[in-house]
C-alpha cells in the first residue's frame, strides 16, 4: 500500500543539539510538506517542496532546515536555534495542481526537549 | 491577511446531529477542505468544497458559500468515536503554489 512513513513516532532532543526527522513517501507525489502542531492548536506550515531540489519556506521556518534531494523524502532538521521545539511535527504529500486531491498525511513525530 | 476562524470546542450528544462552522479570509480561493483528527493522530481527509452548495458523503455533508467566506461540516447520527477534532483548511493559490492553511480546529465531544 502507498503511503507516507515518518520517524521516528517519539524523539528527545538535548540542548544545543540538531534532530533529523524522517519522512518518506511511495505515493509519486512531487509535493510535500512539514508542518507544525502545539497542543490545541492548527497545523502551522513550516517548509514545503514541489519538486526535488527545490523548496520554499513556510510560516515559521526559522530554526528549522531541510533538503529534497530524491521526490520520496523530505527530511526536517531541526536546529539548536530553535529554542522551542516541543511539537507535533506532521509531513504531508500530494500530486501536483489536482483540484480535489486531499494532502495526505504521515503518522507524525513527536519530539520533546530532554 | 489571511485568517479561518473556528469554534474551539463543541459537545454533543450521541444520535444527534452537530454543525462546525469555519469562515475564512484568504487571497486566491481554491477550495476548502475538512479534516478529522483523533487526538495524537495525524489528520484524516474528510471532505473538500470548491463550488457553492452542499456535498453529502454519508453521515457528513460540507457545505460551502464563497460569497460569504463560510463553510460547515454537518455530522450526522453522531456516534462516540466521532468525539475528535475538526480541522478547516482553505487551499490558497498563491503562484504556482496551493499551499493549505488550517484553523486552529474544532474540539468535539460525543456524550452519551
Known amino acids: 500500500d502507498g503511503g507516507i512513513t515518518q520517524s521516528p513516532k517519539y524523539l528527545f532532543r538535548k540542548e544545543g543539539q540538531n534532530v533529523t526527522l524522517s519522512c518518506e513517501q511511495n505515493?509519486?507525489?512531487?509535493?510535500m510538506y512539514w508542518y507544525r502542531q502545539d497542543p490545541g492548536q492548527g497545523l502551522r506550515l513550516i517548509y514545503y517542496?514541489?519538486?526535488?531540489?527545490?523548496?520554499q519556506k513556510g510560516d515559521i521556518a526559522e530554526g528549522y532546515s531541510v533538503s529534497r534531494e530524491k521526490k520520496e523524502s523530505f527530511p526536517l532538521t531541526v536546529t539548536s536555534a530553535q529554542k522551542n521545539p516541543t511539537a507535533f511535527y506532521l509531513c504531508?504529500?500530494?500530486?501536483?495542481?489536482?483540484?480535489?486531491?486531499?494532502?495526505?498525511f504521515g503518522d507524525g513525530t513527536r519530539l520533546s526537549i530532554l | 491577511g489571511q485568517n479561518i476562524d473556528q469554534p474551539t470546542e463543541m459537545t454533543a450528544t450521541e444520535g444527534a446531529i452537530v454543525q462546525i462552522n469555519c469562515t475564512y479570509q484568504?487571497?486566491?480561493?481554491?477550495?476548502l477542505f475538512w479534516y478529522q483528527q483523533h487526538a495524537g493522530e495525524a489528520p484524516t481527509f474528510l471532505s473538500y468544497?470548491?463550488?457553492?452548495g452542499l456535498e453529502e458523503k454519508g453521515r457528513f455533508s460540507s457545505f460551502l458559500s464563497r460569497s460569504k467566506g463560510y463553510s460547515y461540516l454537518l455530522l450526522k447520527e453522531l456516534q462516540m468515536k466521532d468525539s475528535a477534532s475538526y480541522l478547516c483548511?482553505?487551499?490558497?493559490?498563491?503562484?504556482?503554489?496551493?499551499?493549505?492553511?488550517f484553523g486552529t480546529g474544532t474540539l468535539l465531544a460525543v456524550q452519551p
Open positions: 505515493l509519486n507525489h512531487d509535493a
Open positions: 484568504t487571497s486566491g480561493f481554491n477550495g
Open positions: 517542496s514541489q519538486i526535488v531540489n527545490d523548496f
Open positions: 468544497n470548491v463550488l457553492d
Open positions: 504531508a504529500s500530494n500530486p501536483p495542481e489536482s483540484g480535489g486531491q486531499p494532502q495526505h
Open positions: 483548511a482553505v487551499r490558497s493559490y498563491g503562484g504556482a503554489t496551493n499551499k493549505l492553511i
